[in-house]
């Protein structure tokens, strides 16, 4: 019986014509991001993936700051499900955990509570005239990039392996509270052993670094950051992990959340300010990728066009220690090929 209970931690995945939501955050904290998953699935797995220009929020950082009520974020929930519908698509992909997490919470709701499901039916179309079908799947991004880990792995340029001692890097994964803590059956390998991140990272030739605090929240939890005298429980919360994490020199960190993926990066700078601490051997501090840098890094696409160049704690000690080829001059070049000014420097973090 024990032989087959790893079955009740899988999940279906669609296998193609994905709906693509994209985050409003994402675009604004990590802008490579979201450009290399669409890039990824249409050029190195050859998959059809719509992304539609009259997307919007999903609300949900208003709503898990206790802003916008649950009417109003299920209507909007439903008109982002009416341009998928109206486009002919079936399976949803939210870019962001926390609409993965939102989406999962409403679907939910109205699979229990029917009567609340025709209500923003019947609220969408008063107010827009438009109608929409749920769902056949709904998958995160790093969903899918797992599921293609192999794929994608034949073909990676690179392995997160360190190219002077050939062993394997060594990463720490942060899944995101969002992901599978609320609905342990949405992720993979569910609450206790989620292994859509340490997946892509073993399977890409990396160690995963298993430490205390590794489950503990990053601290971000939305009303710990957006209210600014709560500031100091979410970089505490950080501190715990970092402090934790110190002792198995990481050399890198991926999350699945964009919150995640910020604070880790930002608190990092600010504890190195703050204290003149840092969490590795050269004040350098531990570099934090989102999955679609560390995929896009290994298939060998340009770190600068990844948007690495827009974290906080520097990532060249990692594309250095896998010896990936960079250009430092394209460091700070936009998109448009203009120069743009290149920030001021930390006093204690080295950039």
Not at 140 to 146: E, G
Not at 184 to 191: E, L, N, Q, T, V
Request: aromatic content about 12%.
């Amino acid at each position: 019986m024990y032989k087959h209970k790893w079955n009740d931690y899988q999940k279906e995945i669609a296998d193609d014509k994905y709906f693509y939501a994209r985050s409003c955050i994402r675009q604004t904290f990590f802008p490579g991001s979201e450009t290399a998953f669409v890039k990824m699935m249409r050029e190195e797995m050859k998959k059809d993936i719509l992304d539609v220009a009259n997307q919007h929020t999903c609300t949900g950082i208003g709503y898990h700051g206790d802003i916008i009520p649950f009417e109003t974020t299920s209507a909007v929930v439903g008109r982002l499900m009416s341009l998928m519908t109206e486009a002919g698509y079936e399976n949803y992909v939210p870019s962001c955990i926390t609409s993965f997490g939102l989406i999962v919470e409403i679907t939910e709701t109205w699979h229990h509570f029917p009567e609340l499901l025709e209500k923003t039916r019947e609220d969408l179309y008063k107010a827009t005239k438009r109608e929409f079908n749920l769902p056949k799947n709904i998958a995160h991004p790093s969903d899918i990039i797992y599921k293609f880990r192999n794929e994608l792995k034949s073909k990676m340029k690179y392995q997160l392996v360190n190219k002077e001692t050939g062993k394997p890097l060594k990463g720490v994964e942060h899944i995101g509270c969002h992901y599978a803590k609320v609905f342990p059956d949405r992720g993979i390998g569910g609450a206790e052993f989620p292994v859509v991140l340490s997946g892509m990272i073993e399977t890409w030739g990396g160690e995963v670094i298993d430490y205390p605090e590794r489950r503990h929240c990053c601290g971000f939890g939305f009303r710990n950051y957006l209210v600014q005298a709560n500031r100091g429980y979410s970089v505490s919360n950080s501190h715990k992990k970092f402090e934790s994490m110190e002792p198995y020199e990481p050399d890198f960190i991926v999350a699945n959340c964009p919150g995640c993926a910020m604070f880790l990066d930002k608190w990092q700078y600010t504890i190195a300010e703050l204290e003149n601490k840092t969490y590795d051997k050269y004040g350098k501090g531990i570099p934090v990728l989102t999955y679609e840098e560390l995929a896009g890094m290994l298939l060998g696409y340009n770190p600068w066009e990844l948007g690495m160049q827009i974290h906080q704690v520097q990532c060249e000690s990692l594309l250095d220690k896998i010896g990936i080829e960079y250009n430092t001059t394209e460091k700070y070049t936009g998109v448009s090929g203009k120069k743009i000014f290149p920030p001021e420097k930390p006093q204690n973090l080295i950039v």
